[in-house]
């Protein structure tokens, strides 16, 4: 495992997420109320990026069709049918910065 930084806590605000390219991954980090989640930027139904997407509370839904996501396990919450996760990953932080292992 490899301890890459990402950012700042304050660059993602409460609420926000956004889309980081780490090790040649597209990750996705979010601000859950105060709390960090990242999972993989990628829908693994048709590739599109879930940053462009909406957030309720800890739920994903993909900007293309509609699949919803798990934030915290990356795993799918509902679609009409089934699809690989798309991949969770550790948050450390330290002081006002954030870093992800991958
Ligand atoms: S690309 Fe995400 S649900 Fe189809």
């Known amino acids: 495992m490899a301890k890459v930084l990402v950012g700042k806590r304050s660059d ?8 980081v390219i780490v090790g040649g991954r ?14 993989g930027n990628i829908c693994t139904h048709e590739g599109a990026e ?26 799918l919450n509902s679609f009409h049918e089934f699809l690989e996760s798309i991949g969770s990953y550790r948050i450390l932080i330290e002081d006002d910065t954030l870093f992800v292992e991958i």
């Open 12 to 19: 993602i605000q409460e609420g926000e997420f956004t889309n």
């Open 26 to 39: 597209q990750i996705l980090i979010a601000n859950i109320r105060g709390r960090y989640f990242a999972t």
């Open 50 to 75: 879930l940053h462009e997407g909406e957030l309720h509370d800890k739920e994903l839904t993909c900007p293309l069709h509609g699949a919803k996501w798990d934030l915290s396990t990356g795993q």
